[in-house]
């Protein structure tokens, strides 16, 4: 049972549109969302993340768009840089608080490729 | 530099062959975790460990092992490594589960 939902394998986009990447999740538990972006050869990295109580958070480039009632958020890359070419990966966070073991649960990640 | 070290980065070995793979942060983080990335399934948690001495079960643990004696290592034993095992395999540390996770550069093992 997958609990957090990347439904597209892959993206292409021309370099300086936006790329938007999505994912959906189940759990009405995840109160924070995390986005990690990993280059081949490379572990991931963090890339912007979300709390549960905002419905946007901006890092130059980068805006992560969270929509609580449609389980939905989603990634906005503007504009998109040959250099952002990486599988982007989104978590959920599952905290012990709330009765869930504390973890991140992981996406299966979108493949995004940025032509120049 | 804050980091997390896995050591091999590469590895090929045999079936039934006890492996080792080590895994080192240098950020005093009290949650470490071990993932494998495998071709369409993305990151699974194998093990994790909330602190010394404290390890848990993650989503596909079976065919594997940890210890956490020292807060800083966390080492992920293979006893009798399969052909299933072949995969890409992180480690990770926080401060909390719930936070940004650091990653280290990933092995990559094949069992034969």
């Known amino acids: 049972d997958q609990q957090v939902k990347q439904n597209s394998p892959s993206l292409s986009v021309q370099e300086g549109r936006i790329s938007i990447l999505n994912c959906d999740y189940t759990?009405?538990?995840?109160?924070?969302f995390l986005w990690y972006k990993k280059y081949p050869a490379e572990g991931p990295t963090f890339l912007i993340s979300i709390s549960s109580i905002k419905d946007k958070n901006e890092d130059g480039r980068f805006t992560v768009f969270l929509n609580k009632s449609a389980k939905h958020l989603s990634l906005h890359i503007v504009p998109s840089q040959p250099g952002d070419s990486a599988v982007y990966f989104c978590?959920?966070?599952?905290?012990?608080?709330?009765?869930?073991?504390?973890?991140?649960?992981f996406g299966k990640g979108t493949k995004l490729t940025v032509n120049p | 530099e804050a980091q997390v070290t896995q050591n091999p980065r590469y590895l090929i070995t045999v079936t039934g062959k006890k492996l080792t793979v080590t895994c080192s942060q240098n950020?005093?983080?009290?949650?470490m975790s071990w993932y494998r990335q495998d071709p369409g399934l993305g990151l699974r948690q194998i093990y994790y460990?909330?602190?010394?001495?404290?390890?848990d079960k993650g989503d596909v643990p079976e065919g594997y092992k940890v210890s956490r004696k020292e807060k800083r290592n966390f080492p992920l034993i293979l006893e009798s490594p399969s052909p299933n095992q072949t995969s890409l395999y992180f480690c990770a540390s926080s401060q909390r589960g719930y936070n940004e996770q650091f990653f280290g550069p990933g092995t990559r093992l094949t069992v034969l």
């Open positions: 460990s909330m602190n010394v001495e404290a390890t």
């Open positions: 950020m005093n983080h009290e949650y």
């Open positions: 759990n009405s538990m995840f109160d924070y």
């Open positions: 978590a959920a966070s599952d905290p012990l608080t709330q009765g869930g073991s504390e973890k991140l649960v």
